[in-house]
């Protein structure tokens, strides 16, 4: 690799923050290359926007700190020059696109930037009518930005990235908000920006897309690179690693092989990322020759109908602007059980929350909320039955520090002992794992820190629903299930958990029911596994399937016989090592 070809290098960085004791960032030795694409992976606050921000100059110029190393971008070190003088170079889309916006429509958003560069009038317009369309946010382009949703404030801070026209673009999470068909879009557009020599770092909480087109994969550890280097080299290196300690998401056929090579000594030259090399390992090491039968799963007890919390009847809502966000939908809530509710972003999930928490109020149709309508409702009681952790949890934050927050929410709602709420306190930090960012500013605390902490000041006082919009935004794989096995355990105790979601992979491994959303309809209400069989509504929904239900359908088309249902991979794996441990005797 000469000299030219390095757009972007640290050499021996160290990174503390001005508040901070110990150092994000440790020693840290990177390259990235021209016109490829590489993926930052690692577990939740392993300093990986810390590193984004050292790219883009925030770090040291903006948000100070102690940097000792260097930072060479396109030749230049970014300690000795000016942060504008970067913003030619790079391009960057944090977590939360909304914090960089500085205009009050989209298209005058997307031409902002250009137009601080003094770009030319008839190029700049050029570009914004580009954008419009790679983003698809031509519909929306003289909308106020504060009335786009959660996906489209992602893309349109990709627009205003791409805008500049740099030459290296960081994507902290851009698809952390997007439905499944609008991040395959993104994936697309990465792939032509490479393709037309942009070099890109991407931020990725899932894998799936990416992991096989990636040019170099860097993960890190508690602000240590431990490794970097092509998918197949880190996979064979830290790939078990990735998969049990490290909370990394790796696709799930790549959980399989990774199980089967480290727990099963199947011998394979690489490790399968994609369905057809997955099931080429199968093949070649004999698992599919007899039929695959899953244990039964133990049925669960006749009890009566679970209590109806919820009951929406024909239930319609538009906004003064005229957007229709509900048309005719109706579904129940009951206690106990935890439904997803998924689709395409804009279709209306949000409204719906809205609605429940009585944020909104029904304009058609009927609302029953705890056996009272909802127009009777007064927010604050409520509030005291039904509780919303919102997509951007720090629009709901108060105080200063994460103990006071709790404490916050426990006082709002008269609970005055002392001691209650000291032990409430610590069990929520403790099984949230907060406990090390108790004295910190909400607001200084990492996207999937913030959602831990909406999510504890919302069920410290025991609502009857808990209702959370993009649960595992931000979260790692570790955390990820932390979360759900706290749901698990507050729904055993009859508190229906509703989750608005993009994830699939979670709505197929833990959700009893799903509701699908599409431009304010309900296409389906039904279980996960009915709803991946309906490839039409799937579509209307920009839903995908997941890469498992993907494998376990090719492995049906091909005549492998699959008894009982594939949820997890854990599903899947009990079936073929089981099989596999008889063979051998």
Same mark, same amino acid.
């Given at each position: ?232 080299? /880190? ?8 998969f049990t300690s490290l909370g990394v998401w790796l696709p799930e056929t790549t959980e ?180 090390? /960012? ?148």
């Open positions: 690799m000469t000299e030219t070809n390095i757009i972007a290098e640290l050499r021996n960085v160290s990174y503390t923050h001005w508040n901070h004791q110990e150092p994000t960032l440790k020693n840290v030795t990177l390259q990235l290359q021209r016109g490829t694409l590489s993926v930052l992976v690692g577990p939740g606050g392993s300093g990986k926007s810390t590193l984004c921000d050292l790219l883009n100059g925030r770090i040291p110029k903006l948000l100070g700190g102690q940097l000792t190393g260097e930072v060479i971008i396109d030749g230049l070190d970014t300690a000795k020059v000016e942060v504008k003088e970067l913003t030619k170079r790079v391009g960057s889309v944090s977590q939360d696109p909304e914090t960089m916006f500085a205009t009050l429509y989209v298209e005058d958003e997307i031409a902002f930037g250009p137009e601080n560069l003094l770009v030319d009038a008839d190029e700049i317009r050029l570009t914004v009518e580009e954008l419009l369309d790679v983003t698809q946010l031509r519909p929306q382009r003289r909308n106020l930005v504060w009335h786009l949703s959660g996906g489209q404030v992602q893309k349109l801070g990709l627009a205003t990235a791409l805008a500049m026209k740099p030459s290296l673009i960081i994507l902290d999470e851009p698809t952390a908000n997007l439905d499944p068909i609008a991040t395959l879009s993104v994936y697309d557009m990465v792939l032509k920006l490479r393709e037309q020599g942009m070099t890109i770092l991407l931020v990725i909480r899932e894998l799936d897309e990416f992991l096989s087109c990636a040019d170099q994969v860097l993960l890190l550890q508690e602000g240590t690179l431990l490794t970097s280097g092509t998918p197949q080299e /880190v996979l064979k290196s830290h790939g078990e690693a990735m399989i092989g990774l199980t089967l090579r480290n727990r099963h000594n199947i011998q394979m030259r690489d490790i399968p990322i994609t369905v057809p090399e997955t099931i080429a390992l199968l093949q070649d090491n004999h698992l599919l020759d007899q039929p695959l039968v899953l244990p039964v799963r133990e049925a669960q007890p006749a009890t009566v109908q679970p209590e109806l919390l919820v009951e929406a009847k024909n239930l319609s809502f538009r906004y003064a602007e005229g957007t229709h966000a509900l048309k005719d939908v109706s579904f129940n809530i009951h206690a106990g059980e935890l439904l997803a509710i998924v689709g395409r972003n804009g279709a209306g999930k949000s409204t719906l929350a809205k609605l429940l928490v009585g944020l909104l109020k029904p304009q058609a149709g009927s609302l029953t909320l705890f056996d009272k309508p909802a127009a009777q409702w007064k927010v604050e009681d409520l509030a005291n039955h039904i509780a919303l952790v919102f997509q951007n949890p720090e629009h709901q934050f108060l105080t200063d520090k994460v103990w006071d927050e709790i404490d916050y929410s426990l006082l709002a709602r008269n609970v005055t002992d002392l001691e209650v709420r000291k032990e409430t306190i610590q069990e929520s930090l403790t099984r949230l794992g907060l406990e090390a /960012v108790v004295d910190k500013h909400p607001f200084s605390l990492s996207a999937g820190m913030k959602r831990r902490l909406g999510v504890a000041t919302m069920l410290v006082c025991r609502p009857r629903i808990l209702l959370v919009d993009e649960p595992t935004y931000g979260q790692d794989k570790q955390m990820t299930q932390t979360l759900m096995h706290f749901m698990e355990e507050i729904r055993a105790e009859g508190i229906a958990v509703v989750m608005i979601t993009h994830d699939m992979r979670l709505v197929q491994e833990y959700a009893q029911r799903v509701i699908v959303m599409s431009e304010g309809q309900l296409l389906f209400d039904g279980q996960p596994q009915g709803l991946f069989n309906q490839d039409e509504i799937l579509q209307a929904a920009n839903l995908r399937k997941t890469v498992l239900h993907d494998l376990v359908s090719e492995l049906t088309a091909r005549g492998v016989l699959i008894s009982g249902e594939v949820r997890t991979t854990s599903d899947l794996l009990t079936a073929l090592t089981t099989r596999e441990e008889v063979q051998n005797g």
